[in-house]
C-alpha cells in the first residue's frame, strides 16, 4: 500500500456525483484511465533560499517516503535537520555524475512499488539539476511521476525582474567557452522573448560582457543575487550600467541573470524585403512561399510585397 496517499484520486479512480456536485443529464461516461503499475516518484521542489518556504507536502513526503534520492546528501542532512524530519526511508545520492548508473535501479524500486521522492539542492528536479533521466525512464517505462511544486529560481527572478513576464524562455547557464558561448548567444539574437540565466558568480562579469557585445548596451537586464536569502539583491538597469557594477563589485551567492527579449522591429514598406523576396527566389524556392516567409516574418501584407516584387522586376 502506497504509505503517503494523495488526496486526490489517483488516474482511473472512480469519483462519485457526491465528490464532483453530480454529473448533468445526458453526458457521456468517462473512459477509464489505466493505471500504472508500481509505485511513484515524486519530484520535490526544496527551498532555494528560506527554509520557510519548504511545503507541508515536502516535509511529509521526506519523512515518509520509501526512498529519497537526493542531488547531495549532505544538504539533504542540513535541510530536514532544519524541518525537523526524521527521513524515515533509504537515501540514495543521485547526481549527474552517477544519474545514467542509477537510473534503472531507482526505477526498479519504483516497479516494485515503492514511492520515490527526488529532491535538488534548491528548487524543482530536472530543471537545469538532476531528474530528467529518471522522468525519462519512468514515462518510457509506464510508471507514475508527480510532483509537488515549490520553489523556483527561475521564476523568483522572472518575476523580480521588472522585465516582461507573458513570454520568457529559460536557458540555464551558458557555455564557459567562449566561442561555444558567442554561438548560443548569436542563436539568440532574435529572440523576442524574455531571457533567464544561471550563472557563478566569478563569470558573471565575463557573461555580462558577451551579453553587451551581442544585445548592445543599453538592453534591459537584471541581476537576481541570493534570491529569498537574507542578503537577497536585485539590480535592475542596463547591460552597460550592470557590466560596469560587476567589473567593480565582489559578486558572491547565486545568480540568476534576467534579460529583455529583442524589441520590436519596426516593419518598414513592402518594397524594403523586395531582396529578401528575391534572395529566396534565387535559392530556388517559388516566388508565392519566398513572399508568405517574408511577409510572416517581417509584418508586412503579402498582396502588398507581391506587387512591390513583380514592380521591381
Known sequence: MDPNPSPFPESGTAITDQETGGQPSGAPEAAAVPTPAGGRIVLAATPIGNTGDASA???ELLGTADIVAAEDTRRLHRLVQSLGVTVAGRVVSYHEHNEA???AEL???VRAGKTLVM????????VSD???RLVEGAV????RVTAVPGPSAVLTALALSGLPTDRFCFEGFLPRKAGERASRLADLAGERRTMVFFEAPHRLEVMLRALRERFGADRRVAVCRELTKTYEEVIRGSLGELLQWAETTEVRGEIAVVLAGAPEQEPGTPED???AVNELV???IRLKEAVAAVAEDVRVSKRELYSAVLAAR
Open 57 to 59: 507536502r515536502l516535509v
Open 101 to 103: 548508473a542509477k537510473t
Open 107 to 109: 526505477l526498479e524500486q
Open 119 to 126: 529532491v535538488t539542492d534548491a528548487g524543482m528536479p530536472s
Open 130 to 132: 538532476p531528474g530528467f
Open 140 to 143: 518510457a517505462s509506464g510508471l
Open 273 to 275: 524585403h523586395v531582396a
Open 282 to 284: 534565387a535559392q530556388g
